[in-house]
C-alpha cells in the first residue's frame, strides 16, 4: 500500500522518489555543507525511518547545516524517533474527542492500544480503515483498544469520516493538521502509521498493518 509522506517542515522534490536508497545516502555523504541533504535523509528514512542509520547521516553533515534553523528541527525530530522507538515508554497525549472533551493515552493504561494517526483527507488511511474495523472488531473484547489520533483541521471533516468508516473507537484531536502535537511528539511525518502500547505504557511495535497487525496482537493476547 503506497503510504504518504508529507512533512511540514520539509517537501520533498518528486524526483527523490525514483532514486534508490543507497543513491540518496551517496548523495547526502557527497553534500554534506548543503541544507539539501536534509530532505535527502528524510527520504532515506521513508516510511519507515531508522533512527541510528538517520542520525549517523546527520551527524556526518557540515557543522553549518547542523546549526541552521532546519538542521536544529532536524535534530528534534530525531530525538522524537529515537524516544518514540520499540521499548521505550510512549509519551502522553492528551487532546478533545470530536465531542470536545480531553481524553488522554494514560486513560486506556491497562490495555494493549494502538495509537493510529490518520486524517479524512488522507486517501491510504481511509483504506486503511476497514481493516482496522475487522482488527478492532476481532480484539476489542480482549484487552485491545485504539486511540485514533487525527491529523484533520475541519472538525466536520473528522467526524464524517469517523461516522461513514464506522471507526468505534476512541479518537483525538487538536485539528492542526501536520502540526497536530501528538504527531510530533512521535515523530510522525507519515500517514497513515500507528504504534502500538503494552498494558504498561511501554512501545513494544510500530507500523504494523493489516494481518502484520492481526498476528501481533494473537501472539500478545493469548
Not at 502522553?92 to 494502538?114: A, N
Request: include cysteine; hydrophobic fraction near 35%; aromatic fraction near 12%.
Amino acid at each position: 500500500m503506497k503510504k504518504i509522506i508529507l512533512s511540514f517542515l520539509f517537501a520533498l522534490p518528486f524526483f527523490l522518489f525514483a532514486q534508490t536508497k543507497e543513491a540518496l545516502i551517496a548523495q547526502v555523504k557527497e553534500n554534506p555543507k548543503s541544507t539539501e541533504s536534509l530532505k535527502t535523509i528524510q527520504k532515506v528514512g521513508g516510511y519507515y525511518p531508522d533512527y541510528k542509520e538517520l542520525r549517523a547521516l546527520y551527524n556526518g553533515l557540515d557543522k553549518s547545516v547542523r546549526k541552521s534553523k532546519d538542521g536544529k528541527a532536524f535534530d528534534y525530530y530525531l530525538k522524537r524517533l529515537e524516544s518514540t522507538s520499540v521499548g521505550k515508554k510512549a509519551p502522553g497525549i492528551t487532546q478533545l474527542t470530536p465531542e470536545g472533551e480531553p481524553f488522554s493515552l494514560t486513560d486506556l493504561r491497562g490495555k494493549y492500544v494502538l495509537i493510529d494517526f490518520w486524517a479524512a483527507w488522507c486517501p491510504d488511511c481511509r483504506k486503511e480503515n476497514p481493516n482496522l474495523v475487522k482488527t478492532y472488531a476481532e480484539f476489542k473484547d480482549k484487552n485491545f483498544e485504539i486511540l485514533g489520533v487525527s491529523f484533520d483541521r475541519k472538525l466536520e471533516d473528522w467526524v464524517n469520516a469517523i461516522k461513514n468508516d464506522n471507526l468505534t473507537w476512541k479518537h483525538i484531536s487538536d485539528l492542526q493538521s501536520w502540526q497536530n502535537a501528538a504527531g510530533t511528539l512521535y515523530g510522525v511525518r507519515s500517514i497513515p502509521q500507528n504504534i502500538l502500547v503494552d498494558p504498561e505504557g511501554i512501545i513494544v511495535a510500530r507500523n504494523l498493518h493489516g494481518e502484520d497487525l492481526n498476528a501481533k496482537l494473537r501472539e500478545l493476547l493469548k
